[in-house]
């Protein structure tokens, strides 16, 4: 069964770090593209950031309202992705949802998804 | 402000057509594809239409997709009550190097 599954979520103050992780199993996730949605309470979704394959040289993007904050990373040995936030702002929280982006011959999209993990930044 | 500009809410009764509108600009949807997911409270996710009209196996063929220029579209015919659900556009963002989303469109069936 392909399937994601996040965890490290949890309640951290303003100004702090957490660090999230996402255990792949089902696919090749070394040849994957791998991605960090997030969504905040009675909003939309948002995309967070992705992290590329070693064929791409792990190359990473990110929003910019979380550009120089977060870090996103993978082991592929493990099988595993992650993201690491600094400098959490009362804004960060949200439900963190890892996917890959799934190719195919005409079009890619994120699937599948993790069942969310959340993170509450609060005094 | 999403980048991505959605109505927040849709409606209409079972077995109707209902269309989901997104519009953007040339540097996302302009030149790139269309997703769109459906997104139920508590579970993850679901595409149910991706590179503006295609399909992927298990949507039902109720769901269509189009594009036009800066704008795509949703339409869902023949309504159901399990269509009721939050539904996204998301697209790829040249300018942004980034996924941009709709704000979401909560969709409610009569």
């Known amino acids: 069964e392909v399937q994601l599954v996040e965890s490290g979520g949890g309640l951290v103050q303003p100004g702090g770090s957490l660090k999230l992780s996402c255990a792949a199993s089902g696919f090749t996730f070394s040849g994957s593209a791998m991605h960090w949605v997030r969504q905040a309470s009675g909003k939309g979704l948002e995309w967070v950031g992705r992290i590329r394959n070693k064929a791409n040289n792990y190359a990473t993007a990110y929003a910019a309202s979380v550009k120089g904050r977060f870090t996103i990373s993978r082991d592929d040995s493990k099988n595993t992705a992650y993201l690491q936030m600094n400098s959490l702002k009362t804004e960060d929280t949200a439900v963190y949802y890892c996917t890959r982006l799934l190719y195919i011959a005409d079009g890619n999209w994120f699937d599948p998804w993790g069942q969310g993990t959340l993170v509450t930044v609060s005094p | 402000q999403s980048v991505l500009t959605q109505p927040p809410s849709a409606s209409g009764t079972p077995g109707q057509r209902v269309t989901i509108s997104c519009s953007g600009s040339s540097s996302n949807i302009g030149s790139n594809y269309v997703n769109w997911y459906q997104h139920l409270p508590g579970t993850a996710p679901k595409v149910v239409i991706y590179s503006n009209n295609q399909r992927p196996s298990g949507a039902p063929d109720r769901f269509s997709g189009s594009k036009s220029g800066t704008s795509a579209s949703l339409a869902i015919s023949g309504l159901q009550s399990e269509d009721e659900a939050d539904y996204y556009c998301?697209?790829?963002?040249?300018?942004?190097?980034?996924?941009?989303f709709g704000g979401g469109t909560k969709l409610t069936v009569l």
């Open positions: 998301v697209a790829w963002d040249d300018s942004l190097f980034g996924w941009v």
